[in-house]
């Protein structure tokens, strides 16, 4: 089973073109997607089978996570829309 998303995806998507952080970066995938999962409560492991709109909102919160690794605030942080509207017609909801 490939992953979600790969690290040549996320250098791409986050205008990367070294290789200096992709220890960094890799570990940024596996958060995304844990997190993506969780959102969605994924009863299994997301993978390179996943939709498009899963894919892309994995890759926004890389690229979040990336941008705002060392943010440190007092103020609340918010969430991200674009991300709920891309997941939420594949997230399972238990009633």
């Not at 958060?31 to 999962?37: E, K, L, R, S, V």
């Not at 390179?48 to 990336?66: C, H, Q, W």
């Amino acid at each position: 089973m490939a992953a979600l998303l790969t690290l040549a995806e996320a250098k791409l998507h986050c205008r990367i073109d070294h290789g200096d952080e992709d220890t960094l970066l890799t570990a940024l995938i596996a958060t995304a997607t844990a997190a993506t999962g969780d959102y969605l409560n994924a009863a299994t492991a997301l993978d390179s089978t996943a939709a498009a709109p899963i894919k892309s909102a994995a890759l926004l919160m890389v690229a979040d996570l990336y941008e705002n690794r060392e943010a440190q605030t007092e103020r609340p942080l918010y969430r991200n829309a674009t991300f709920e509207r891309l997941l939420n017609p594949y997230r399972t909801v238990e009633l």
